[in-house]
């Protein structure tokens, strides 16, 4: 019914391919020299073949020693008890000489109310953290994912909870759940329980133009080392209401302490931009530096028609990732009708967007010759200041005039002298 992303193994030999929806979910395994099914692994045992589904758009996510993960959705009325079946959980699997192995699990502690509901936990995908510092915590081997309900988890990847034939008892108990928890209590639990970030938290309600995400998180991590993961979705006016409101974007960070588990916390979200149905966040970033969050939203409800007279037009946003200030967006009617939890690709200073067509953005040319200018000029001081050189975060929280003023008449012109105006110009509006 519905395929995620396709993904490849470490030495490229086999291709995962995940697939289902309103059917039973498959991992696949395709032989890439031989051109054939190598294995498949079905998430659900017969007779149970109406959900777990792998439809989320980030398909497979494949680690260093070529552990595969991917996490299972459901349908309504999609839950059963019986042994080996996987959905609304997240599952790591090995491709072995024998086929595909099953070596971890994970099922939140609600699962079955909200595989009865249509909430998928698989909606969007997961998110392998980079290894952490062992010494910082002893959970140095992360994987983050959100899913319909509004809510982000975050496991040890290395010690996934579950068994290995079947899901654990389903628990009103919020605090019961296997998750890598805050500290703190939860205000829809009343005690600790998985971080909810787009509300009003439901168990009932979070399906189809109800449902609270659908995006793959991204991560990244700061100058000062702190480990940041982001995360689209919608927040609802009611918890029985479609009609979206602020926030749709949130930082959250990864709490890190020396001999205890990691676990996430809310860092800030965007008060002031409305996403219709977001795709996943795509950070882009140099280095530790001018971090940027992109975020391709279908400016519509999932239920929205992609075809016929008045198709939605998807919008293309950029904010800054240490503020979640808007920096940019693409122009009412500029990108074509777009597919659904879509999301942009980067290569040599170009954003790609897939819609029914393939569109670029890129920088003025006068902005990048501004980058060649300081980077000859102006960045062996202020990418390493010492004394009263101001460092470059400083002097990009200023105003483009005052930029221009100091280098053209003011405290810099020792240096702007060697420039014209107008390269004092594309400096300025670079480091803007």
Known sequence: ???????????????????????????????TGAARIASAFATVAEPHHSSGGIWGAGGAAVD?????????????SGYVDQPH????????????QAGWELRGTYTPFNHCQTAAMDIDLGSGGIMLV?????AATKSPRLLA??????????????????????????SADASSDASLLPPEPRPQFRTRGPLNVFGPYSEREAAL????????????????????????????TEAENPDNAPPSLARLEIVMKADTAAHLRIDQVEETVVFGNPGSPVVTSAGARDAIVWVLD????????????????????AFDALTLALLWNSSPDELHTSGKYNEPAFARGRVFVGTDRI????????????????????????DHPQGRIPPRELISRRPWAQIVTALATGVMRPHGDALNMTEIEMVARYLQ
Not at 362 to 382: F, L, M, N, T
Request: charged content about 20%; proline content about 6%; glycine content about 12%.
């Open 64 to 76: 260093s020693e070529g552990n595969v993960f991917v996490a299972t959705g459901t349908g309504f």
């Open 359 to 382: 569109q670029a953005f890129g920088v003025p040319q006068d902005a990048i010759d501004g980058r060649r200018i300081y980077q000859e000029h102006c960045a062996s001081c202020h």
């Open 298 to 317: 279908q400016n519509a409800r999932r239920t929205a028609l992609l075809a016929g007279p008045y198709p939605p037009a998807p919008v293309l946003y």
């Open 130 to 134: 980079p290894e952490l510092d062992a």
């Open 209 to 236: 133009d109800m449902a609270r995400g659908r995006s793959v998180p991204a991560y990244f991590r700061d100058q000062g080392g702190r480990s940041f993961v982001f995360l689209t979705g919608n927040t609802k």
């Open 145 to 170: 994912l959100g899913g319909k309900q509004g809510n982000a988890y975050l496991l040890d990847r290395a010690q996934l909870p579950g068994r290995l034939d079947r899901r654990p008892p389903c």
């Open 1 to 31: 019914m519905q395929r995620g992303a396709l993904s490849l193994g470490r030495d490229g030999a086999i291709l995962q391919i995940t697939f289902g929806e309103s059917a039973t979910g498959w991992l696949v395994a395709v032989d």
């Open 85 to 96: 079946d996987w959905v609304q959980s997240v599952l790591m699997l090995a491709y072995t």
